[in-house]
């Protein structure tokens, strides 16, 4: 290890702690090995921690870990200083291993098993994280147990890192390093948000979610009963339309509530035919003896000896309603004419949807179920119906290669940013029906949200936290959760068009770093171009700007003139036009990126500035390969900001993608945002020299909470919705899905 011999001493360190989900850790164990010494520490701290880690953290001294910000995250737990020098082996495999796929994972045991090295298997170590994660309290026999398998990975770690470091670049690993510990703080700080009005759509999200479609879809009218649409030449259908219109009620509700009678008689019909048919075989005289009766003149009436048979059936089958059937020893004359009458008559038929008196009854239920109610119609997304709203309004749709319109979330999700008042709230709610689970959000006792960042787990470097667990990752109207404490406020400080800046920056192109700092990149194109007048702006030419904003962000990972096309739905043609005029204009750019592209194939690897590489394999696209330096040198910018910021002491709550949530006292937040403003143009011009890129803040302070516009309007449209069922479960109301309720018919 000779690349490491500037340093006085190499720690290897890992910790056991337990953390449930929204948590900070709570440290259980500690064991680090010095590696030159072979000097060993164990530690149980869970009970009596010391104040200082039992290994030493200054600038000569390397730290070496696994995933290290867990290490880190317990060192803040325990109020121990962070050390100065690290390098996380999970960081370096997984720049190693960046675009390949390992077939063990990327956890130590797979750093492991890629390297030939042994390790404990998967069903030795599943036994002890386990236990760590069960908590306390620990006998005497597991406390060591979690000490040795402690130790194991620390014996692991220096293996893997004697195996590794020549493949290791230093200085850059140790970057990388220093972002563990910015991933660690930022963890920990966690993102404020509203817990009661969590608790809330929780405990009502079923109900919320059936309501959602009916309220949204109003301005719309692209949902239909999952039933199917009603069919005015049916006898059902003619019956209901007309009355739905002479009683001005809903057709759809008024059509459900008739065959919700019509099943819940089925019901009820079902099981008085058992008794029925129970008394048939009682008494003897079963249907086909009924008939033969009347047929001679005669009926049940003639029939003798039922008074036993009816006490006995009214004491079993009340809803025959033949009586209470007295005492054993007493007869109830009424049950034995009761049965008679009821035996004489042929069972009786069950009618018809339309029958008017299933369709009266159905408007009166309708009628007594209007006002705050829930609506009670399961519906359906209706393609053709879309198709005709968006020929209605002229919205050109992205189409699959076989004509169909395309209906993934991406399309949908790049529709609404073009379309945000036509298309935007369709696109939340179906991402919402689909993909929100609002159960698996992590939210600590302190009311924050926590999610383990999932540093480098992209092929650019890029963090990926948990979609479901992680506040930002459903849809975006359920940001609005987020709030600050009293006093206090949050900013979010994003990059201003990061990738193209990036893009015009390295690829040394001046007309994109003109377009970059006009502060409207698409519109200057546009202009250029001669696609829009030289006094546009975002207001006037719009539908326009969004165009030309797919074009000039699509061109960065190699979007095609048939993938513009579908994008927007456009002629091929036109998408073909669009994208020469794009070449013509920033002729030095598309000869970097094609220049890009042909190094990655020849060498069979990319790399950014700081060093995280992407390998070529026979999987990788051309349309990745020319996105990778933009996402890549994105995402060192990301983490250099981090770095910095959190040295400084800025409360920084989390990233996304290339922003940041900051927090603090309500009278520090304009100081404090400007101090991470300046903590993001320095990592942009160390990563971009002479090129700083543009920041945009938006504040929230205290009782205010977070919005993004995207999602005004469903977030206004949910909290509604929630004050009526809290308004109609306090009332007694029945607030279940899936029907009308029995006890209305």
Not at 413 to 418: D, I, K, Q, T
Request: include cysteine.
């Amino acid at each position: 290890m000779d690349s490491l011999h500037h340093f006085r001493e190499v720690w290897a360190v890992d910790f056991e702690f337990t953390a449930p989900p929204g948590h900070r850790p709570k440290p259980l164990c500690v064991v680090a090995r010095e590696l030159r010494s072979g000097r060993l520490v164990e530690r149980w701290i869970c009970d009596d921690p010391p104040a200082h880690p039992p290994y030493p953290t200054g600038d000569d001294v390397l730290v070496v870990a696994y995933y290290a910000s867990a290490e880190w995250s317990c060192h803040l737990a325990l109020g121990w200083p962070m050390p100065a020098r690290i390098i996380d082996l999970y960081a370096e495999f997984a720049n190693l291993t960046s675009g390949k796929r390992p077939s063990t994972g990327r956890g130590l045991l797979g750093a492991l098993t890629y390297h030939g090295l042994p390790a404990l298997d998967a069903v030795e170590k599943a036994p002890m994280r386990d236990l760590a994660i069960r908590g306390g309290p620990f006998s005497a026999a597991e406390r060591i147990a979690l000490v040795e398998y402690c130790r194991a990975d620390v014996d692991s770690l220096a293996r893997l890192l004697s195996t590794m470091i020549e493949k290791i670049d230093v200085p850059r690993a140790l970057l990388r390093g220093r972002y563990t510990v910015a991933v660690a703080r930022m963890e920990s700080q966690g993102i404020p948000l509203d817990a009661d009005t969590l608790m809330r759509l929780q405990n009502s999200w079923q109900a919320i979610k059936s309501q959602l479609i009916f309220a949204i879809d109003k301005a719309y009218g692209v949902f239909i009963p999952v039933r199917g649409e009603l069919d005015p030449t049916t006898r059902f259908g003619s019956a209901i339309i007309e009355s739905a219109k002479e009683y001005d009620l809903d057709p759809d509700a008024l059509a459900e509530a008739a065959e919700a009678i019509v099943r819940a008689e089925r019901e009820m019909r079902r099981s008085r035919s058992e008794a029925i048919h129970a008394a048939r075989a009682a008494t003897g005289l079963t249907a086909t003896r009924t008939t033969e009766l009347r047929g001679a003149g005669h009926g049940c009436f003639d029939v003798h000896g039922l008074d036993e048979p009816a006490r006995e059936l009214a004491q079993t089958f009340p809803m025959l309603g033949l009586g209470a059937g007295i005492g054993p020893m007493e007869l109830d004359g009424d049950s034995t004419e009761a049965i008679r009458n009821l035996l004489n008559e042929p069972d009786p038929s069950a009618l018809p949807r339309h029958h008017p008196d299933i369709v009266r009854r159905a408007v009166t239920l309708v009628v007594a179920d209007r006002g705050p109610r829930l609506r009670r119609v399961p519906l359906r997304f209706s393609v053709t119906r879309w198709a005709a709203y968006l020929a209605e309004n002229n919205i050109p749709w992205p189409r699959l290669a076989s004509g169909e319109l395309a209906l993934d979330d991406d399309s949908f999700r790049e529709m609404a940013r073009l379309y945000p008042v036509k298309v935007g709230p369709i696109r939340e709610l179906r991402h919402t029906l689909g993909q929100m689970r609002l159960n698996e959000l992590s939210v600590g006792p302190d009311d924050r949200n926590r999610v383990l960042l999932s540093m480098f787990s992209s092929k650019t470097g890029r963090n990926q936290p948990s979609n479901s667990k992680f506040i930002f990752g459903p849809s975006c109207w359920l940001r609005s959760l987020i709030r600050p404490e009293v006093g206090r406020a949050l900013a979010y400080v994003d990059w201003s068009a990061q990738e193209l800046g990036i893009a015009a920056a390295l690829s040394d192109d001046d007309r994109m770093k003109e377009a970059y700092r006009s502060g409207d990149p698409y519109l200057w194109f546009g202009r250029f171009a001669g696609r829009v007048p030289v006094d546009a702006t975002k207001k006037t030419h719009g539908t326009e700007r969004d165009l030309l904003k797919v074009v000039m962000l699509g061109v960065l990972y190699g979007l095609s003139d048939v993938g513009l096309a579908r994008r927007l739905g456009i002629p091929q043609a036109y998408g073909r036009e669009l994208l020469s005029l794009h070449r013509q204009t920033f002729r030095h750019y598309w000869r970097w990126s094609d220049g890009i592209q042909d190094r990655a194939i020849l060498t069979n690897r990319l790399q950014t500035v700081f060093g995280w590489s992407v390998h070529v394999g026979p999987d990788t696209t051309s349309t990745s390969l020319r996105n990778f330096p933009m996402q890549a040198h994105g995402a060192e910018m990301m983490r250099l900001a981090a770095c910095i910021a959190t040295e400084r002491g800025i409360e920084v709550c989390c990233p996304v993608h290339d922003a940041f949530l900051i927090e603090a006292p309500m009278d520090r937040i304009e100081s404090e945002t400007e101090r991470m403003r300046a903590a993001m143009q320095e990592a942009s011009e160390l990563v971009l020299p002479g090129f700083p890129l543009r920041t945009d803040t938006k504040t929230i302070r205290y009782p205010d909470r977070y919005s993004d516009e995207r999602g005004c309007v469903m977030w206004e449209l949910v909290l509604s919705l929630l004050g009526e069922l809290d308004d109609l479960t306090a009332s007694g109301e029945d607030v279940s899905v899936g029907g009308y309720p029995s006890p209305l018919i």
